[in-house]
């Protein structure tokens, strides 16, 4: 692609994201219209940056993001926010440097992008499967057997070898050590949740000041400093359904659903506002986006629109 066609591809995604954002819902119209530019190579591949965009502004804090994704008011802020699209565009990292460690890192010994699932047989015989987004590093040795979590959620089976010490798991936020149990830990902004499947597990924080014990079909969440509240016994099926391609939730609000749908998929999931404490549950397929929500229309009676293939998504 020459640059002058590189740019002017540029340009119309911004535009596009612009109508996006004004328009929340595109007519019937509009959408044929932008099918019919993806649909020209040079044009879909500068749109899988802006699914990018879109994906990497998902984490961003609310008082940056809700700005840029509120429908502009007049000419004047939407040439601005125009303008902000094809900077982003141009430079895709932008961003994502802004979370910095927040981001899986790109260089690890193992990671999944969005929508990915894998599973990994450690040198031990342990088994490690990382969810959607996730990121490890392995240290083993004849002495050692240890696994950095830096970003996303794991589930881990521990071998049972008599012979070796523990096999220790690291977090931002604490170490787990456990010599056979199972269990899934996820790593949060500021914290850490284990839920211990089977086995027991000793959890020491980060500034290795405190320890706490965890039996099978306990959950807790960790600072650097504490564990925050009791251990509790937790849903073992409902903590490890991703294993299945499952996204399970008892009550939680449409909002916070939404937001964990996106850890899935790219793209942007906007709930009206009168729908954002609907209290969802029940067991979804992360896998299969169409079929998740023709349940969620059915089930409570809402109506979902998936604009520009699905990277545009209202609930209403």
């Known amino acids: 692609m020459s640059d002058a066609s590189h740019l002017k591809s540029l340009e119309e995604a911004s535009e596009w994201l612009v109508k996006m954002a004004e328009e929340g819902t595109l007519s019937k119209a509009d959408q044929a219209q932008w099918e019919t530019w993806y649909a020209q190579p040079n044009n879909a591949r500068t749109w899988k940056r802006a ?34 699209f094809y900077l982003a565009l141009l430079a895709p990292m932008g961003f994502a440097s802004y979370q910095g460690t927040q981001h899986f890192n790109l260089l690890a010994q193992y990671r999944t992008n969005k929508g990915e699932r894998e599973t990994i047989e450690l040198p031990d015989t342990s088994q490690v499967t990382l969810n959607t987004e996730s990121a490890i590093n392995t240290h083993f040795s004849d002495t050692t057997r240890h696994v950095d979590l830096l970003d996303g959620e794991i589930y881990l089976a521990v071998a ?73 016994i937790g849903n073992i099926q409902a903590q490890k359904a991703w294993l299945s391609g499952m996204l399970a939730v008892n009550a939680m609000p449409m909002e916070d659903f939404a937001e964990e749908l996106m850890r899935y ?13 609907l ?3 029940g067991s979804f397929p992360v896998t299969d986006s169409r079929q998740l929500f023709a349940m969620l229309e059915r089930s409570y009676h809402l109506n979902v629109e998936q604009n520009l293939a699905g990277f545009w998504v209202n609930i209403s």
Request: charged residues 20%.
């Open 265 to 277: 998929q790219y793209g942007l999931i906007r709930v009206a506002p009168n729908k954002r404490k």
């Open 160 to 232: 049972n070898k008599p012979t070796l010490a523990p096999l220790t798991l690291a977090s931002k936020e604490c170490q787990i050590a456990s010599d056979n149990g199972t269990l899934c830990v996820r790593q949060y902004p500021g914290i850490t949740k284990v839920s211990l499947l089977t086995g027991s597990a000793t959890v020491i924080t980060a500034n290795n000041t405190h320890r706490f014990s965890l039996q099978a079909g306990e959950v807790a969440t960790y600072s650097k400093e504490a564990q925050l509240g009791q251990a509790r």
């Open 279 to 281: 209290l969802i549950s």
């Open 51 to 84: 699914e990018r965009l879109l994906g990497q502004m998902n984490g961003l804090p609310s008082e940056i993001a809700l700005p840029v994704l509120n429908r502009p008011a007049d000419l004047r802020k939407r040439k601005a926010l125009r303008n902000s």
